[in-house]
């Protein structure tokens, strides 16, 4: 090493035109950044949810006092969750339409589950900018299409949730849920 | 100031004398703001609010670090710590006023400021670096005055958050956690309040550092003027001290006068009586709007309704995000070389165009999210962009300027002539 160094002239090029000196400059910098982007990464990080935020509770929700025609608001991962009991008009409503004309295509089979067609189980947030659309509480509006009616807005949702008009670009979220009998629910 | 008829610093006092050998601070603001900076001796009042600027700024970081010796960043308390602020803290209830309302006067002067950059063509060459930073400024301060409203923690400042971080959701695929990571959560909640605050509390220093470079920036060419001309010699100027110290001081004093009118007998009259009310994740407000300065932006984010290969809600974000982004390539959008638009005649119809176009794009904002208000949005908004994308480039190339005065001298002379005949 010392050898080399005495023989190379100070801002010369070994032949190739690399120097020693370029190698430790480029080495140098490039594990200093590393070692930047390391710590950053902890920085970033923690911004992200907590432990205490990400463990998932799921809860039970009782539907024997749900009537048909009613709906019910709750909390769920601490953003509102509305459990509807459709009346038979209700889905016949949401049946009557063609999925293939809505902005996204659903029918309401697939957003409720086999042979419970009558419990509409989504989140109550409106997927346009997270909004609690109205429409699950006593005497609140529905909109035109009979289901929610975002007053933030202005997007309405039909009786199967899912968006009609309006700026918001997906039906209300089904969150994952099963029965555990005929009137209690888990969702999460 | 690199004018060579500058005054050079010299000092009286044989401490200052000491310093300035040691660190020459005293030079500094000699030369920034005394009378060693020779400014255009024909300002009008409009160029007063730069210097308003700063001092609503200040006024902010006064009223907020002792206001921050009495609010608690937590969603179980903050709303219940502003009441305890207004009902039961000293004086707390005159400068949690002082602070809401001062960060309504601040963006009152700063659009002020901003309008009279539009006009007199501040943003040409060369204070293009004077106007980048202004912009950076001005994004700055909104993050930093969304981010005191969600504080209080009452209905708006909630669903503002949730409207606001729920604009990242729009962006495709990496919305969503964007979104989650912003928030810390999948609402927002205390993780939210907790960086909302240590933020708010930081970005108004990182502001005023922005500002420093704003005045380098301008201390290079030095300051415009209204017949955009350049200064040719030392009889169109007059030093800063004492000549615009007292002009801007004059200003300060009327500004101050309107800020305690409102703050002392309507200090509730820009606020929403919804702000109120407690934060309530289950239930939103009937109309939520963001405070007044956002009106003409948000009116933009909802004056898309309809899919047009994108989602509607990403057009709306996009649009938002670009109206101000445009403003950063306007330099280069209006190529007419005379910077005044008291000499571009059609340029000041459509200046004025401009501004009653934002007025109406902030009444829009302000109303509910229904006919007419959405369609005057929609065509609101298209006009603010086809005024900086059309109809400047257009208007810059074919427009004959009137004849530019000779010299700052002569056109302040001449103004002096006709009032006195
Ligand atoms: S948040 Fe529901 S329509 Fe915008």
């Keep these: 090493m010392a050898t080399l160094e005495t023989t190379e002239t100070p801002g010369e090029g070994a032949g190739d035109g690399v120097r020693r000196r370029d190698f430790i400059n480029l080495a140098a910098v490039s594990f200093a950044g590393v070692g930047a982007a390391t710590v950053l990464l902890p920085l970033i990080n923690q911004m992200n949810p907590s432990a205490d935020v990400l463990a998932l509770a799921s809860i039970e929700v009782d539907l024997s006092a749900i009537k ?25 409503a949401a049946d009557k339409v063609d999925p293939s ?22 989140m109550g947030v409106c997927t346009h900018l997270g909004c609690v659309p109205l429409g699950a509480g006593e005497g609140e509006i529905k909109g035109e299409f009979g289901g929610y009616f975002c007053p933030c807005h202005g997007s309405s949702y039909d009786t199967a949730a899912r968006i009609r008009k309006g700026p918001a670009p997906k039906n209300l979220e089904v969150p994952k849920y099963a029965f555990k009998s005929d009137t209690v629910v888990q969702v999460g | 100031m690199s004018f060579p008829w500058a005054n050079h610093y010299a000092p009286k006092h044989p401490l200052m004398k000491w310093i300035d050998d040691r660190l020459p601070l005293p030079r500094l603001v000699y030369n920034a703001v005394g009378a060693g900076y020779p400014v255009p001796r024909n300002l009008n009042y409009f160029w007063n609010f730069g210097v308003l600027s700063g001092a609503a700024l200040a006024i902010q970081i006064v009223t907020g670090i002792v206001l921050a010796m009495h609010y608690a960043a937590n969603g179980l308390v903050a709303f219940d710590s502003v009441e305890h602020i207004m009902r039961d803290v000293n004086s707390g209830w005159m400068l949690r006023y002082a602070h809401a309302n001062g960060a309504s006067f601040f963006f009152i002067v700063v659009y002020l400021h901003i309008f009279r950059g539009l006009f007199y ?31 209080p923690w009452g209905q708006m400042s909630f669903w503002g958050a949730k409207v606001i971080t729920g604009l990242f959701g729009a962006i495709p695929v990496v919305g969503t956690p964007i979104q989650t990571w912003l928030l810390g959560g999948f609402a927002p909640d205390n993780a939210a309040l907790n960086r909302f605050f240590s933020l708010h509390y930081l970005l108004p220093f ?49 500004f101050l006068i309107l800020y305690c009118a409102v703050l002392f007998f309507a200090p509730n009259a820009m606020g929403h009586p919804d702000n109120y009310i407690a934060a309530n994740p289950l239930s939103t407000p009937a109309h939520i709007v963001p405070e007044w300065y956002f009106w003409p932006f948000y009116a933009i984010l909802r004056a898309f309704t309809v899919d047009f290969i994108l989602p509607a809600k990403l057009w709306g974000v996009i649009a938002m995000f670009g109206s101000i982004i445009l403003l950063f390539f306007l330099p280069w959008l209006d190529k007419s070389p005379v910077r005044s638009g008291n000499y571009r005649p059609a340029f000041k119809k459509f200046f004025w165009l401009l501004v009653i176009d934002v ?54 002379l001449e103004k002096h002539g006709n009032a006195a005949a």
Excluded at chain 2, 129 to 146: N, P, R
Excluded at chain 2, 375 to 401: G, N
Aim: glycine share 8%.
């Design chain 2, 206 to 254: 990182v502001i005023a550092g922005v500002i420093i470079l704003h005045i380098w920036a301008l201390h290079i060419p030095g300051s415009s003027n209204p017949t955009g001309i350049d200064v040719k010699g030392p009889q169109d100027t007059v030093p800063f001290h004492p000549y615009y110290t007292a002009k801007d001081g004059f200003g300060l004093g009327v």
């Design chain 1, 101 to 122: 004309s809505l902005r996204d295509p659903q029918t309401l089979e697939q957003r409720t589950v086999d042979g419970k067609k009558q419990w509409l189980i989504t």
């Design chain 2, 359 to 412: 007025l109406i794009l902030g009444y829009c904002g302000g109303s509910p999210a229904e006919e007419p208000y959405v369609m005057i949005s929609q065509l609101a908004a298209a006009y603010y962009f086809a005024h900086f994308l059309i109809i400047l480039p257009i208007v810059s190339r074919m427009e004959r300027p009137l004849p530019l005065p000779n010299s700052i001298t002569e056109a302040v």
């Design chain 2, 121 to 151: 063509g501040s943003y040409k060459a060369p204070r293009e670096m004077v106007w980048l930073l202004g912009l950076v400024i001005f994004l700055l301060m909104m993050a930093t005055a969304f981010m005191g409203y969600v504080l």
């Design chain 1, 68 to 92: 048909e025609g009613q709906a019910i608001k709750t909390i769920f991962r601490k953003q509102p969750l509305f459990v509807r009991h459709l009346t038979a008009a209700e889905i016949a």
